[in-house]
Nanobody, 126 residues
Framework: QVQLEESGGGLVQVGDSLRLSCVAS????????FAWFRQAPGKEREFVAG????????HYADVVRGRFTISREHAENMVYLQMNNLKPGDTAVYYC???????????????????WGRGTQVTVSS
């Protein structure tokens, strides 16, 4: 089993920045894919950004490309989501997810990821 724990959410103003962090613990895997999803009230979970562990390839949802940056720290088993120029539409619970295998194309569907964190709330106030 892999445990994922997110942190860094909070209440911010339009245009502010936040950095979400996620630490993975438990079962050790040598190749895997990390991603961030989010879910706003009354909406389905949606893909935000993903990163391959070995190659560092990334993929972003169109609505966040250019504002959000996903990165990872091998030594600490950490993945981050730097969110800049936040908008009210970014308000959601953000989930860190992991697929314990390497991929060629970063998956964007929730059911393609095996492990999920509990989520961290991000609220952007206007």
């Amino acid at each position: 089993q892999v445990q994922l724990e997110e942190s860094g959410g909070g209440l911010v103003q339009v245009g502010d920045s936040l950095r979400l962090s996620c630490v993975a613990s438990g079962r050790t895997v040598s190749t895997y894919t990390f991603a961030w999803f989010r879910q706003a009230p009354g909406k389905e979970r949606e893909f935000v950004a993903g990163i391959t562990w070995s190659g560092g390839r990334t993929h972003y949802a169109d609505v966040v490309r250019g504002r959000f940056t996903i990165s990872r720290e091998h030594a600490e088993n950490m993945v981050y989501l730097q969110m800049n120029n936040l908008k009210p539409g970014d308000t959601a619970v953000y989930y860190c997810v992991l697929r314990p295998e390497a991929v060629v194309t970063i998956p964007i569907q929730p059911n393609e990821y095996e492990y999920w964190g509990r989520g961290t709330q991000v609220t952007v106030s206007s």
